[in-house]
């Protein structure tokens, strides 16, 4: 009797057995510890009660708008909108559980993705061979000094750098017209634009 046939007798129901030929047993192949992984998960599956996070009723929210929840008294967050949720943390340095992205980095993150999505719109509509592009973000909040056109020197002013990444056959021009097409992403335009925030309080059961 070979090695794996005894710990399939061994084994406690439930227990299913499927032969995988040419895989050695660390399944150093990406393809086969894929397709295990996969098996694994459609297998389980039947044996595992629904998560209480399956099974929690989703806040109504309108087209357009965020909800934001606490999930703890620290600063774990759901956030939702009308067909998606997600969560937001904070790092572990900073006394988090880095369950999800920080608050900067959703602000990143929404800059990056309306370039990129606009990048690949523009270039799409002009048949521009634009093959992949990347966009990198970081922020950062640098001395007034630094920067030739602010007014208060001294003080510190927020700045987002975007690194913009375009592969393709492109002529100079192409790539000039792009990255001024970047700049006319509406999320950066927002930026750009000094929103005003207005807040106000919501009584408890009212509603929001």
Same mark, same amino acid.
Request: proline share 4%.
């Given at each position: 009797?070979?090695?794996?046939?005894?710990?399939?007798?061994?084994?406690?129901?439930?227990?299913?057995?499927?032969?995988?030929?040419?895989?050695?047993?660390?399944?150093?192949?990406?393809?086969? /510890? =894929?397709?295990?992984?996969?098996?694994?998960?459609?297998?389980?599956?039947?044996?595992? @009660?629904?998560?209480?996070?399956?099974?929690?009723?989703? @806040?109504?929210?309108?087209?357009?708008?965020?909800?934001?929840?606490?999930? !703890?008294?620290?600063?774990? *967050?759901?956030?939702?909108?009308? !067909?998606?949720?997600?969560?937001?943390?904070? @790092?572990?340095?900073?006394?988090?559980?880095?369950?999800? @992205?920080?608050?900067?980095?959703?602000?990143? /993150?929404?800059?990056?993705?309306?370039?990129?999505?606009?990048?690949?719109?523009?270039?799409?509509?002009?048949?521009?061979?634009? !093959?992949?592009?990347?966009?990198?973000?970081?922020?950062? *909040?640098?001395?007034?000094? !630094?920067?030739?056109?602010?007014?208060?020197?001294? /003080?510190?002013?927020?700045?987002?750098?975007?690194?913009?990444?375009?592969?393709? =056959?492109?002529?100079?021009?192409? *790539?000039?017209?792009?990255?001024?097409?970047?700049?006319?992403?509406?999320?950066?335009?927002?930026?750009?634009?000094?929103?005003?925030?207005?807040?106000?309080?919501?009584? =408890?059961?009212?509603?929001?």
């Amino acid at each position: 009797m070979s090695i794996p046939e005894k710990i399939y007798k061994e084994a406690l129901h439930p227990k299913s057995f499927i032969s995988l030929d040419n895989a050695d047993h660390l399944l150093s192949r990406r393809e086969d /510890s =894929e397709y295990v992984a996969r098996c694994i998960s459609t297998w389980v599956s039947r044996f595992l @009660p629904e998560t209480d996070a399956a099974s929690t009723e989703k @806040p109504s929210v309108k087209e357009g708008h965020v909800r934001v929840e606490e999930i !703890d008294r620290k600063f774990a *967050r759901d956030v939702f909108t009308d !067909d998606h949720h997600w969560i937001a943390d904070e @790092p572990v340095k900073l006394g988090g559980k880095n369950s999800g @992205p920080d608050p900067y980095e959703q602000l990143l /993150s929404a800059l990056g993705t309306c370039t990129s999505m606009t990048l690949r719109m523009y270039a799409n509509h002009k048949n521009i061979a634009l !093959d992949e592009v990347i966009v990198e973000l970081s922020h950062q *909040r640098k001395h007034a000094e !630094d920067c030739i056109d602010c007014e208060n020197k001294g /003080s510190l002013i927020d700045t987002l750098e975007r690194r913009i990444t375009l592969k393709g =056959e492109l002529s100079d021009a192409q *790539r000039v017209r792009l990255m001024e097409i970047a700049d006319r992403c509406p999320v950066h335009k927002t930026l750009e634009n000094n929103p005003k925030i207005t807040s106000s309080v919501v009584s =408890e059961g009212s509603e929001s």
